[in-house]
């Protein structure tokens, strides 16, 4: 017996031959945003693809820098949008490549703000056809390209495993994450006792958008307190014995210092002034190990400058201070987007005992009943598989860096260098 087919694949497939896919390099980022924040409101996505990370994203290159632009169009709706960076690099000497980069850029100093969760934007009641639609065409239609490059998707589409002509490579990174509602009734019970709980939802100053945007959550001194005493400890029975015994050990420590309290900047100027802090303690510390940190590459504290300027007032950035009296523990920067937070980087005080706390945990600890009490659903550390997101996440999930390459001799032959490096070079020399 057939199986009946249902009447979204009827939509898909109906949809599919009405489809017209463009690339372009005319076009204009003023009249694009309008453009994208309209098709973002029918799409399922991550902050990474919200007009506050690509707009920020596009006004911060050059125009030699600029990345063409992919739209997907049903009639004259648009139903797909994606930016693809070309660049063309020269490998071991020998090899050249040219290659595309979606929604990145494909200069490794540029794209060091480093994008995850991401994807094609797409009408999520269209999905499978846009996205196959628009992948078809970049694979069949642009055949300039020797390398597609598919940085910290959130999935790998069929259509590029089946690609013909072309392998695809792909790294896969762990993502750990803190479902906040496994803590959340009694933080927020505890929020609303004190005025720390702002459930309403300011519409955006964004054209044609209908996402939700939450203010900056109230931090005042009760409540970090309550948080402390009462909060924290919903969090710390989720984690395993150790964790719990550094953090619970290194909250007495503190105590020793002076009230332990959590701030949120209320003000952009604040955000700004923490995000310093933030820099100084991050620098500080792998200065400490001989290393420049994330830093040190100035268009990424320039382009984060511009982020928090241009998402603060939407509640999409927060930047928080712990300290214990008057001693500062950490700067965290994190990303909130539709009830997720995406913990982005922080700058951590590991002098305060000589080694003998654990300040990260305690910031995490902190941040994740923070943002529990607030009503978020999600505490996301992003990927990266390091021991302190192991001990602190309750889920965990996977993004995957993808390489679409033609099948090129010029890849076969570094694949065959690679090989004997492998073979005949040893590891620590390699």
């Known amino acids: 017996m057939n199986a009946k087919a249902s009447p979204q694949n009827f939509e898909q497939t109906a949809l599919r031959g009405s489809l017209s896919t463009v690339i372009t390099s005319e076009f204009s980022v003023a009249e694009l945003q309008a453009e994208w924040c309209e098709l973002q409101g029918r799409a399922e996505h991550s902050f990474f693809l919200s007009w506050t990370w690509i707009g920020t994203w596009l006004k911060s290159l050059s125009a030699t820098d600029l990345p063409r632009l992919m739209r997907c169009r049903s009639g004259d709706r648009t139903v797909g949008l994606a930016l693809l960076g070309s660049r063309q690099v020269r490998r071991h000497s020998i090899i050249s490549s040219n290659g595309l980069h979606l929604n990145t850029t494909g200069d490794a100093r540029l794209d060091d703000i480093t994008i995850e969760y991401n994807a094609l934007l797409i009408d999520a009641q269209f999905h499978d ?10 694979i069949d239609e642009v055949p300039a390209w020797d390398e597609c490059h598919l940085p ?3 999935h790998v589409a ?7 002509g072309t392998r695809l490579r792909q790294r896969v990174s762990t993502t750990f994450q803190v479902d906040l509602h496994r803590l959340g009734s009694e933080s927020q019970a505890v929020a609303r006792a004190t005025g720390a709980l702002d459930t309403s939802l300011p519409h955006t100053n964004l054209p044609h958008t209908s996402l939700p945007h939450t203010s900056p959550p109230d931090t005042t001194e009760a409540h970090a307190s309550k948080t402390t005493s009462n909060d924290i400890e919903d969090y710390l029975e989720l984690l395993g014995q150790k964790p719990r015994y550094h953090i619970r050990r290194s909250l007495r420590q503190y105590a020793l210092l002076g009230p332990l309290k959590l701030e949120a900047a209320q003000t ?9 802090e933030l820099q100084s303690l991050h620098s500080a510390y792998w200065a400490s190990k001989g290393q420049g940190g994330a830093f040190l590459n100035t268009y990424v504290v320039s382009f984060h400058q511009q982020l928090i300027a241009a998402a603060f007032s939407r509640g999409e950035v927060q930047l928080l201070r712990l300290s214990a009296g008057d001693k500062v523990i950490s700067c965290m920067y994190n990303f909130v987007y539709q009830g997720k937070i995406y913990h982005y ?7 305060l005992f000589d080694g003998q706390d ?11 009943s923070f943002n529990a009490a607030a009503g978020h659903r999600l505490y996301d550390f992003m990927a990266g598989d390091q021991q302190y997101k192991r001990s602190l996440s309750t889920d ?3 993004l995957h860096w993808l390489v679409l390459q033609r099948d090129r001799l010029k890849f076969n032959l570094e694949d065959f260098l690679r090989r004997l490096k492998r073979k005949f070079v040893p590891r620590g020399l390699a």
Do not use: R
């Open 396 to 398: 965990t999930g996977e």
């Open 345 to 351: 980087q922080s700058g951590i005080n590991y002098t």
């Open 268 to 276: 952009v100027e604040q955000a700004h002034a923490f995000m310093t």
């Open 358 to 368: 654990s300040p990260g945990l305690v910031s995490h600890a902190m941040a994740v």
């Open 152 to 154: 910290g998707m959130t």
């Open 129 to 138: 056809a846009v996205q196959s639609a628009m992948l078809i065409h970049l």
């Open 158 to 164: 069929a259509e590029l495993t089946a690609a013909p």
